[in-house]
């Protein structure tokens, strides 16, 4: 029954290094499920040759036990945005259908140092634009707990394949909330760790651009913590890495005596679909009882005046990636509509409208860090709406509030995003139609341990990744 899949990561990886079970049995378990069980959502694309994988599995299984890495023998895909040498990288665009990587992004290159090997790719938005995984490429991926609705993004594909237990860990980034979103709709975990943690790839703009980040997914905070510990070295050619920590949680955590600040709907600035409130009440509940202290926040600052601010970044940030290929008159009618939208604001935009979006930025931060003197954790809805259709492009309203942009609907996720603060989803649970929510936990800058240990605690007091509602598709 392979039931080793099933486990946590860090179970896993300890049996492969270990040699209590082979890299080639994990492999093999690890294709037949993926041949069962993706076609009904679509999470996993580009899936590699089965006998180069399964030879490759072999090789790893000749590795003396003292030259094992953390993640040896463990089976990834990695996200269809980032780079693994050999295979396509297709960014979900037809721009980039027969683009094959000539070496690894620099995390990758970690992971594989770390001994995972690569299944595959997991599915996203063209470009990772929008928080619904779909393109011309590899279509649509579907929510393993509705196939009706989608499974989020733009780590979509990730988030499926975790909560379809495919793979025990995932690759994700996160600009807007393409980490937390889909952990939270596919009832998973994911951490978008402090700015800088994960360094940038040397080469790119490095010094400019603060928004955007690489994190892991898992089906625990502790195996989110081991996956970045991979993740996040120490880079001498990129500049703003952060100190490196020490990731491995301790055995027991604690909750007890942590402030806990509620933010809600941000007072009622950020219009949310019924049941959501509700939902992370209950999540808080649990945290309550686990011995922190909760307390409501009032809004600490405009909402509107923060999502200009990240809007206005946004796209400045993502001109300077995909200008060129919108130059092309060629290639520009091959872009999806949001993506010709937002790089003509970024070509369009003065001078003193990126200076006004900093210094609201600056403001901000300066309010945030005071407002962490006295909590340690803030909260949030990990989304404004229950996971949508899967034929919609994005939600035109919410709550009767139109959204006015395609990334509107996500403003829940700009507070955390637009300061490079670290933030993990964690489940709360199902609506009554069976949909999967979860709940921000934002910590200080800096203070990624200690929310991880948070989230742990949290986690092994609800297990929510093992609840398995009549329509989970794996059922």
């Given at each position: 029954m392979a039931e080793f899949l099933d486990w946590d990561a860090g179970e896993l990886a300890v049996a492969l290094r270990g040699g209590t079970l082979s890299a080639e049995t994990v492999m093999a378990a690890t294709l037949a499920r993926i041949e069962a069980r993706n076609p009904a959502v679509n999470a996993i694309v580009d899936l590699r040759d089965a006998e180069v994988l399964m030879a490759e599995a072999r090789a790893a299984d000749m590795v003396p036990a003292d030259m094992r890495g953390v993640l040896h023998g463990v089976p990834i895909a990695v996200k269809a945005l980032a780079d693994v040498k050999g295979e396509r990288t297709t960014q979900g665009s037809p721009l980039f259908v027969d683009g094959i990587a000539e070496d690894d992004s620099a995390f990758v290159a970690r992971m594989r140092d770390a001994g995972a090997i690569f299944v595959g790719k997991t599915n996203v938005p063209e470009f990772g634009l929008g928080s619904h995984s779909y393109n011309p490429v590899h279509g649509v991926t579907v929510n393993p707990y509705d196939a009706s609705r989608t499974a989020g993004g733009s780590s979509g594909g990730a988030g499926a394949a975790l909560a379809m237990n495919m793979v025990a860990l995932a690759d994700g980034s996160d600009m807007m909330g393409s980490l937390r979103n889909p952990a939270g709709w596919n009832n998973v975990y994911g951490f978008r760790p402090s700015w800088g943690v994960v360094p940038k790839e040397i080469?790119?703009?490095?010094?400019?651009?603060?928004?955007?980040?690489?994190?892991?997914?898992?089906?625990?905070?502790?195996?989110?913590?081991?996956?970045?510990?991979?993740?996040a070295q120490q880079e001498a050619g990129v500049p703003f890495n952060l100190p490196a920590q020490e990731w491995e949680l301790p055995d027991v955590c604690s909750v007890e005596g942590a402030r806990v600040g509620w933010l809600g709907d941000w007072g009622g600035a950020m219009p949310m679909e019924d049941g959501i409130l509700a939902l992370c009440d209950s999540g808080l509940s649990e945290i309550r009882a686990l011995g922190?202290?909760?307390?409501?926040?009032?809004?600490?600052?405009?909402?509107?005046?923060?999502?200009?601010s990240w809007s206005d970044l946004r796209a400045f940030a993502l001109v300077g990636e995909l200008a060129p290929l919108y130059e092309d008159?060629?290639?520009?009618?091959?872009?999806?509509?949001?993506?010709?939208?937002?790089?003509?604001?970024?070509?369009?935009m003065a001078a003193m409208e990126l200076h006004r979006a900093t210094r609201v930025r600056s403001a901000w931060y300066a309010t945030a860090a005071k407002l962490f003197e006295s909590f340690d954790v803030l909260v949030l809805p990990v989304a404004q709406v229950f996971p949508f259709p899967a034929e919609w492009d994005w939600p035109k309203e919410i709550a009767g509030v139109a959204m006015d942009t395609y990334h509107r609907w996500m403003q829940v996720m700009v507070p955390a995003s637009l300061l490079g603060l670290p933030a993990i989803?964690?489940?709360?649970?199902?609506?009554?139609?069976?949909?999967?929510?979860?709940?921000?936990?934002?910590?200080?800058?800096?203070?990624?341990?200690?929310?991880?240990?948070?989230?742990?605690?949290?986690?092994?007091?609800?297990?929510?990744?093992?609840?398995r509602p009549p329509r989970h598709l794996n059922c």
């Open positions: 080469g790119t703009e490095s010094f400019w651009q603060q928004l955007s980040t690489i994190g892991p997914m898992g089906r625990s905070p502790r195996d989110c913590a081991l996956l970045l510990s991979v993740m922190a202290c909760v307390a409501d926040v009032a809004p600490p600052f405009d909402a509107e005046e923060m999502f200009q008159k060629t290639k520009r009618d091959r872009l999806k509509p949001a993506a010709q939208w937002e790089i003509q604001r970024g070509m369009d989803s964690v489940p709360v649970g199902f609506n009554e139609g069976g949909l999967p929510m979860g709940m921000q936990l934002i910590g200080a800058k800096g203070a990624d341990v200690r929310l991880l240990e948070i989230a742990q605690v949290y986690h092994e007091a609800t297990n929510w990744p093992k609840q």
